[in-house]
């Protein structure tokens, strides 16, 4: 089965400064990689997600990048702010391989310093 | 968002004893899905369901059933708690299967 390992776990910024967390996958069949937030006490909000056909995707200070040929994607937050500050999770999914599963990453805590 | 709730938000049980999560959706999804969420494990998928009457085991499923007599509500037992199922628990749903929105979550604490 797929694979995903996030880094780093823990990811300490100044406000306004960038922040990029990394993650790999193991199965070549993986198509579609989401990216999460989540909050103190609340469930996970998807926030972005790519599909392999498509290299960088961004959405105003958020984008993600994926390299399928070394099965890795990042998210880059830039200029970041102190409501930043959460848990990112990646995760990747076959779609349309007959799954429906998302295997998640282990998650990034980010912490934004005002 | 999608309209997502879960019931009970936090509950307390005993070893041995029957529990029965509730996940309720707003949104006509057809897809629904269950997790469990531990320290150092990240989200792990327990079952889905694909359709009414439609479900399937995830990675995660030893000790669980789940029910789906309608589109909105997706049900999760556990027939005999354990300690080990202490956890929170978290529902999902999605239009199409990958694109997945996550309700509040449920903390269940087996003692």
């Known amino acids: 089965g797929e694979n995903v390992e996030q880094h780093p776990s823990t990811l300490s910024v100044q406000e306004g400064d960038s922040a990029v967390i990394k993650c790999t996958y193991s199965?070549?069949?993986?198509?579609?990689f989401p990216w999460y937030k989540q909050e103190l006490g609340k469930g996970p909000q998807l926030i972005i997600d790519?599909?392999?056909?498509?290299g960088e995707k961004k959405d105003q200070r958020i984008a993600v990048t994926l390299n399928k040929t070394a099965k890795h994607f990042s998210l880059h937050i830039t200029e970041t702010q102190p409501e930043d500050s959460a848990v990112y999770f990646c995760?990747?999914?076959?779609?349309?391989?007959?799954?429906?599963?998302?295997?998640f990453g282990k998650g990034t805590k980010l912490s934004v310093i005002p | 968002d999608a309209g997502i709730t879960q019931s009970p938000r936090h509950k307390v049980t005993e070893t041995g004893t029957p529990v029965t999560l509730r996940c309720h959706q707003t949104?006509?999804?057809?897809?629904m899905y269950w997790y469990r969420q531990d320290p150092g494990h990240g989200l792990r998928l327990i079952h889905y369901?694909?359709?009414?009457?439609?479900?399937d085991k995830g990675e995660v499923s030893d000790g669980y059933s789940v029910s789906r007599s309608k589109t909105e509500d997706f049900l999760l037992t556990l027939e005999s708690a354990t300690s080990s199922q202490t956890s929170v628990y978290f529902c999902?749903?999605?239009?199409?299967?990958?694109?997945?929105?996550f309700g509040p979550g449920t903390r269940l604490l087996v003692l």
């Open positions: 995760a990747a999914s076959p779609v349309g391989a007959g799954s429906y599963q998302l295997t």
């Open positions: 199965d070549s069949a993986s198509n579609y």
């Open positions: 790519i599909r392999s056909n498509v």
């Open positions: 949104e006509n999804h057809r897809y």
């Open positions: 369901s694909y359709g009414v009457k439609d479900t």
């Open positions: 999902a749903s999605a239009r199409e299967p990958e694109t997945q929105y």
